[in-house]
C-alpha cells in the first residue's frame, strides 16, 4: 500500500513537472537565427511597429570633470512606434528592461570624488568615515529619468549619419554604501537631455565638434533584419544638473562635495557621451511570424 | 641673324610644345565626345538602357529591369561634358523575398557630367546622382523607408563596345562614390551609349 501511494506521488510530481515545462515552453519566445534578440521585443503590442535590440559595448561618459570609460555592455531593447515627423517613440520591452542598468566603475571611487584632506573639519569627517569604509568603489550607473515613450528614435537620422538619432531623457545613478541609493545626477523633474547623433556634433565651448557613425550595415534573415556594428552615438552638447539624494540624511552635506568634486551643475558644452555598439532592427511583423514559424 | 632668331624661336616653340604636353600628360588628358572619329562640335542626345544594373548594401540587392537614361553631351573648352537629363526606372526589385520597391526616382536632375582620363583609360564622370527608392514590404526592415542614392559615379567608357561600365573599379579609379543609409554602396552597370539625334547611327567614341 505505501509503495503504491509513494509510486501515485512520483507520476503525479512528474506531471506536474511536466505540465511545468510545457506551460514555460509556450510561455516564451521561440525566435530562431538573426531574431533571437528580439526575446523581450513587444510585437504582439500593435504600437511597436519595429523591434530593437541594441547593446552599447564601449565608449564613454564624461560628467563635469569625471570620465567614465563604458566596461559593462549597456542594452537598449524594446519596439518602437511608426515614425511621426521623423520619430519614434519607445515601447518599452516585455520583461520591463528596456534600459538594461549596467553599473561601470567610476575610475578612482570615492577617492577620485571626494575632496583632499584640505577640506573643512566636517568634510574631513566625513573622508574618515568613508575610507573607514571597505567600499570605496563608486559605481555609475545609466537609466531613464522619464517613461520609455518619451525616449524618442529617428532610424533615418541613425543611418543617414545626421541630426538627432536617439532622444533619451536620462539620469546617473551614482552607488557607494557612502553615497546611500538615491544618489542621481539627474531626475524625472530635471533629467539629463541626451540627444545622440551618428553625425557630427556643435557644441559650445569648451567642447569641440565629434563625429558619430551609423556603423556597418548588414542585412539578414533576407531583408528582414539590419544590424549595424561599429555604431557610435555622441552628444556633448547636454547639460547636467547638480547631484541629488547623495548620502542619504547627510545629503545636505554631500551633495555640495560631490557637485564640487564632479563639477556640477555642468553647462552645455562640458558634458559629453560616446557611445559604440551594435545594433539590431526588425519588424514587429516579422519577428512574430519568426516566433510563430517555430514552434 | 635671322637664322640665329629662327633658331631661337624654333628652340623657345619646342621647349613651350614639350612643357606643355607634360602638363597636358601630368594633369591628365583631356578626352573629348568623337562620332566616326571626328570631334562633336553642338551637341548631341545619347540614350541608352542598362543591360545589366544593380545596387548592393551589404545583404541586399536592388536591380532595375529598365534603367534607361538620357544623356545631353557636348565638347567645351576641349574636355567632353554632359548633362544626364531623364534616368526613367521601372521593374524594380530585390533579392529579398521580404522586400519589394515601391517607388524609385532619379532626382535632382540634370546630373552633370565629364569625361576624364586616369591611367590612359577614358571615363565619364556623373556627379550629384540622387535616387530615391521606397522599399515596401510588411515584414522588410526597410519597408515604407525612403532611401537615397546619393553621391558621384565615375564609368569606364569601351569605345569597342560603345558602353560605359560602372562598378566599384571604375568607381575606385575615378575617386567616386555612392552612399545609402550612410554607407558606401556598391553600384554594377554596363550602359551602352548611342547617339540619338544628328548622329544617329555613327560610332560614338571617346579619346
Known amino acids: 500500500m505505501k509503495k503504491n501511494r509513494t509510486r501515485v506521488v512520483c507520476t503525479a510530481l512528474a506531471v506536474v513537472s511536466l505540465a511545468a515545462l510545457a506551460l514555460a515552453g509556450s510561455a516564451s519566445a521561440k525566435l530562431v537565427g538573426a531574431f533571437t534578440v528580439f526575446q523581450q521585443c513587444p510585437y504582439t503590442n500593435p504600437e511597436a511597429n519595429r523591434c530593437i535590440y541594441s547593446v552599447t559595448e564601449g565608449g564613454e561618459v564624461v560628467l563635469g570633470n569625471k570620465k567614465v570609460p563604458i566596461v559593462n555592455p549597456v542594452t537598449l531593447q524594446g519596439g518602437y512606434t511608426t515614425a511621426v515627423a521623423e520619430f519614434s517613440k519607445l515601447v518599452a520591452a516585455t520583461n520591463g528592461i528596456t534600459l538594461s542598468k549596467a553599473a561601470q566603475p567610476v575610475p578612482g571611487g570615492l577617492a577620485g570624488i571626494v575632496p583632499d584632506a584640505s577640506s573643512p573639519a566636517l568634510v574631513k569627517a566625513l573622508i574618515k568615515f568613508f575610507f573607514e569604509n571597505s567600499l570605496t568603489g563608486v559605481n555609475s550607473t545609466l537609466e531613464l529619468a522619464k517613461p520609455v515613450n518619451e525616449v524618442m528614435l529617428s532610424e533615418l537620422h541613425l543611418a543617414e549619419e545626421e541630426e538627432v538619432a536617439l532622444k533619451m531623457p536620462a539620469k546617473f545613478h551614482l552607488e557607494n554604501p557612502f553615497l546611500g541609493k538615491s544618489c542621481f545626477v539627474g531626475s524625472s523633474t530635471s533629467p539629463v537631455m541626451l540627444e545622440l547623433t551618428t553625425g557630427t556634433t556643435s557644441p559650445p565651448a569648451p567642447n569641440t565638434a565629434i563625429k558619430g557613425s551609423g556603423g556597418e550595415f548588414e542585412f539578414l534573415e533576407e531583408g528582414r533584419v539590419l544590424r549595424t556594428k561599429n555604431n557610435e552615438l555622441v552628444d556633448n552638447a547636454w547639460s547636467a544638473p547638480a547631484a541629488s539624494g547623495c548620502g542619504g540624511i547627510l545629503s545636505f552635506l554631500v551633495n555640495p562635495i560631490i557637485n564640487a568634486q564632479i563639477g556640477l551643475p555642468a553647462a552645455k558644452g562640458k558634458n559629453t557621451a560616446i557611445l559604440k555598439g551594435t545594433t539590431t532592427i526588425a519588424t514587429a511583423l516579422a519577428v512574430k511570424k519568426n516566433n510563430e514559424n517555430n514552434p | ?207
Open chain 2, 1 to 207: 641673324m635671322k637664322r640665329k632668331a629662327t633658331s631661337v624661336f624654333g628652340t623657345v616653340a619646342l621647349v613651350a610644345l614639350v612643357i606643355s604636353a607634360v602638363f597636358a600628360g601630368s594633369a591628365g588628358a583631356s578626352p573629348v565626345w568623337k562620332f566616326n572619329g571626328t570631334e562633336l562640335s553642338g551637341s548631341e542626345v545619347v540614350v541608352g538602357g542598362a543591360l545589366e544594373s544593380s545596387m548592393t548594401i551589404p545583404g541586399l540587392t536592388t536591380k532595375c529591369a529598365n534603367f534607361l537614361y538620357k544623356l545631353k553631351v557636348s565638347n567645351s573648352a576641349g574636355l567632353g561634358k554632359g548633362e544626364v537629363t531623364e534616368v526613367p526606372l521601372y521593374n524594380c526589385t530585390t533579392n529579398s523575398a521580404a522586400c519589394t520597391v515601391k517607388t524609385i526616382a532619379a532626382e535632382s536632375l540634370p546630373w552633370l557630367s565629364k569625361l576624364s582620363t586616369v591611367s590612359a583609360k577614358n571615363y565619364i564622370v556623373i556627379e550629384g546622382v540622387k535616387v530615391a527608392i521606397l522599399y515596401a514590404g510588411e515584414e522588410c526592415v526597410l519597408g515604407g523607408t525612403l532611401v537615397t542614392v546619393k553621391g558621384s559615379a565615375g564609368g569606364l567608357v569601351d569605345n569597342t563596345v560603345e558602353t560605359a561600365t560602372f562598378n566599384s573599379t571604375t568607381l575606385t579609379a575615378t575617386g567616386t562614390e555612392l552612399k545609402a543609409l550612410g554607407q558606401k554602396i556598391e553600384w554594377n552597370g554596363v550602359f551602352p551609349t548611342e547617339a540619338f539625334e544628328w548622329h544617329r547611327e555613327q560610332a560614338l567614341t571617346v579619346s
